[in-house]
Structures are given as C-alpha cells and as structure tokens.
C-alpha cells in the first residue's frame, strides 16, 4: 500500500543539525512533488517544504529559509530534510508528505506519514 | 503570504447533530481554471492528519458523504450532515493556491 516512513527525529541542541528520512512505498514516487509539513506541540500545522519531482524546484517557509535544505533520491524512492542552525522554535512533529497528484504541488494532500519528532534544547 | 481563518476554535456537538467549520483567507483561493484551492483536512487524537476535501468541494477518496465542502473566493464551510463520535478530532483548513501553503489555525471538535 502508499506509505510514507520519517526516520532520524531525535534531540539535538540549539544550533545543531539533523537530518530527516523520508522511505515512500506503493507509488512511483519520481512523478510526484513531496513536501515537509511539522506541528509544533499542541500547536497546528505548518508546511516546512516542497521539492519537485525532478529535483529542480524547491521552496521554503520563511522561518526555515537559509537554514533546511530538501533534497531527494528518485532511485531509493526517499525524501530528506537537512536541519541545521535548529533553534528551540524547530521543536516539532516532521511529516514527509504526498500531494494527491503527480507532477506539482496540487489541491489536497492525501498520503501523510506517522511523523519524526525533533526535540531542540539544551 | 495567504493568511487562513478558521472559527469556530472548538465545537461541542451532540452526536446526530449537524456541524459547521468556517474558513477565511485574506486572499480569493479562486484560480482562473474556476477551481478554489482550499482544503479541509482533519486530525484525530494521535494521528497523523488526514485529507476530507479538496479544490473546495470534492470528498477525497473513503470520506463518508457526512462531509461536505462549500464555498468559493475567500469564505468557505465544511460542514458535517450527522456528527459521529469517531469525527471527534482537530480540523484544518489548508490553501495551496500560492507558495507558501497555509493553514487555518484548526477547530476542534468534540462531543457534548
């Protein structure tokens, strides 16, 4: 079945980086676009990221511009998110996640992984 | 950016109960193409969020026909025709007309 499986959340300190996972599965995954949505704790949800599926475009919220770099490899079917420079406000839920169709970022957002959690403190 | 509006913040409702969600954006989600680029999703304790409604008005695939999407330009509703206890959860509303994609702040909803 379609599924989406984050790994590498943890607990980092204030500057430091991680680097999330994102293994797709059940669909060709190089015809989509894929995105990074986190969810702050007891808050709600802000998209992070988008990357093409050809690897050409990508695009960042402001509040993570300059420091996260997506990037992805159509050949082991996986999405990544390299976090660095975190701050305490990076503290969040990561989702790797699918818009409903192929070939841009389109209406509807319809297969969402679990989530990685990423704590950043002292 | 497009700033997304949702009220109410929670919702009591009695179950076989009819519930409404409002969504505001600061900007027109109608495209040229005629479509609205709102979606509605929702969030049950615990899980990841899941997808209702996209472009406005359409069900996405195995959401029961309780749901409904309406709307166009910059105000649109979602509205539940019978509430069940399993729609428990916090509900978003999301535009993906522009970079960045937004979300309303979210609705919860639970039963009296």
């Known amino acids: 079945q379609v599924q989406l499986v984050e790994s590498g959340g943890g607990l980092v300190k204030p500057g430091g980086s991680l680097r999330l996972s994102c293994a797709a599965s059940?669909?060709?995954?190089?015809?989509?676009?894929m995105y990074w949505i986190r969810q702050a704790p007891g808050k709600g949800l802000e998209w992070v990221s988008f990357?093409?599926?050809?690897?050409?475009?990508?695009n960042f919220a402001d509040s993570v511009k300059g420091r996260f770099t997506i990037s992805r490899d159509n050949a082991k079917n996986s999405l990544y998110l390299q976090m660095d420079s975190l701050r305490a406000e990076d503290t969040a839920v990561y989702y790797c996640?699918?818009?409903?169709?192929?070939?841009?970022?389109?209406?509807?957002?319809?297969?969402w992984g679990k989530g990685t959690t990423v704590t950043v403190s002292s | 950016d497009i700033v997304m509006t949702q009220s109410p913040l929670s919702l009591p409702v009695t179950p076989g109960e009819p519930a409404s969600i409002s969504c505001r954006s600061s900007q027109s989600l109608l495209y040229s193409n005629g479509y609205n680029y709102l979606d509605w999703y929702v969030q049950k304790p615990g899980k990841s969020p899941q997808l209702l409604i996209y472009?406005?008005?359409n069900r996405a695939s195995g959401v029961p026909d309780r749901f409904s999407g309406s709307g166009s330009g910059t105000d649109f509703t979602l509205k539940i025709s019978r509430v069940e206890a399993e729609d428990v959860g916090v509900y978003y509303c999301m535009q993906t007309l522009q970079i960045p994609l937004t979300f309303g702040g979210g609705t919860k909803v639970q039963i009296k």
């Open positions: 472009l406005g008005s």
């Open positions: 059940g669909f060709t995954f190089r015809d989509y676009y």
């Open positions: 996640a699918r818009p409903r169709t192929a070939g841009g970022y389109s209406s509807g957002v319809d297969v």
């Open positions: 990357i093409s599926n050809s690897n050409i475009y990508t």
